[in-house]
Each structure stands twice: as C-alpha cells, then as structure tokens.
Nanobody, 124 residues
Framework: VQLQASGGGLVQAGGSLRLSCATS????????MGWFRQAPGKEREFVSA???????FYADSVKGRSTISRDNAKNTVYLQINSLKPEDTAVYYC???????????????????WGQGTQVTVSS
C-alpha cells in the first residue's frame, strides 16, 4: 500500500491550496481517507476525513474554508483549503483505513496507512 501526498507549497495568507493524495495497493473505494497535519513542536492533528459514502468531516479550525473530496476512479483524495492562515503552516499527511469508525475519524491511531506528508507554509 502506498499513499503519495502532493500539492503543498509556500502561499500567502488568504490564498488557497489543493492537496492530493494518490493511493495504490488498496481497494480505495472501501477506505476512509483522512487528512492530518503536524506543525513543528506540536502533535499531529486531525484536519478532515471522508468516508465510503462520501460524507465529509472537518476540524473546527478548517471548517467552512476546506473541502475534502475523493475520486474513486483515480484512487485519489483531495483537500482544498481556502483563506489560508499562518497557523495552517504544517506538514499535511493523508491516511487510510478500512475499519475506522465514525467516532474515531479524528484519531491518528485509527489509521493504518500513511503518506509521507507535504509541507504547507503560509506567510503573513
């Protein structure tokens, strides 16, 4: 199983980014896909998740300015973040698991598979 995150970069506050996570080696449509982020010196935190039925879930910190989506034909999950803030600066990771339950979507230890991360830096 491989997850490859991409799309990060340096962006000014107020800008937007679209992160992608391409997967291989798993039955993508059967998996819950999550996005997490980790800033220097901080714990990894939940950003968003999308389940098999395409229901989406967001952390309060990004709710209203982020959209998670999945393309099962391309085995890829996306995270669009708008109105970026300096506090969004972090390494963003995608994660996958087939058995994570709704109440555990936000827990990093609920996911078995992880991508390598993509750096997002937001300048003020």
């Amino acid at each position: 199983v491989q997850l490859q995150a991409s799309g990060g970069g340096l962006v000014q506050a107020g800008g937007s980014l679209r992160l992608s996570c391409a997967t291989s080696g798993l039955s993508f449509s059967s998996y819950v896909m999550g996005w997490f982020r980790q800033a220097p010196g901080k714990e990894r935190e939940f950003v968003s998740a999308i389940n098999r039925g395409r229901s989406s879930f967001y952390a309060d910190s990004v709710k209203g300015r982020s959209t998670i989506s999945r393309d099962n034909a391309k085995n890829t999950v996306y995270l669009q973040i708008n109105s970026l803030k300096p506090e969004d600066t972090a390494v963003y990771y995608c994660a996958a698991d087939r058995q994570v339950i709704l109440s555990s979507y936000s827990r990093p230890d609920s996911y078995n598979y992880w991508g390598q991360g993509t750096q997002v830096t937001v300048s003020s």
